[in-house]
């Protein structure tokens, strides 16, 4: 099982960054895939980006491309999105989630994620 706390969000205006937070506890040594998804009122939630705590490339979103990066610090349990070139668009509520791999990899498919945190509000003006 694993327990996650997003923290980073806020408003800002377009152009402008956002860098979110995502602790986690597990109670395993497992690896997981974190992701973070975010989802608009009235859309479904949308995969922006994942990493798999084992190592190896993050996989993005085509709409973030180039202007979100997710990282992480093994040592502290964080992953973290840093959200440049802000557009009004990108307005959401930002959830982190993990899943284990599948088949051998991650993905942005959120049905895949088992675990999820309660999320942090990001909005931006234009």
């Known amino acids: 099982q694993v327990q996650l706390v997003e923290s980073g969000g806020g408003s800002v205006q377009a152009r402008g960054s956002l860098r979110l937070s995502c602790a986690y506890s597990k109670y395993t040594s497992s690896n997981y895939c974190m992701g973070w998804f975010r989802q608009a009122p009235g859309q479904e939630r949308e995969g922006v980006a994942v990493i798999y705590t084992g190592g190896g490339s993050p996989i993005y979103a085509d709409s973030v491309k180039g202007r979100f990066t997710i990282s992480q610090d093994n040592a502290k349990n964080t992953v973290y999105l840093e959200l440049n070139s802000l557009r009004p668009e990108d307005t959401a509520m930002y959830y982190c989630?993990?899943?284990?791999?599948?088949?051998?990899?991650?993905?942005?498919?959120?049905?895949?994620?088992?675990?999820w945190g309660q999320g942090t509000q990001v909005t931006v003006s234009s």
């Open positions: 989630a993990a899943s284990p791999l599948y088949r051998g990899s991650c993905t942005l498919w959120a049905a895949r994620f088992a675990y």
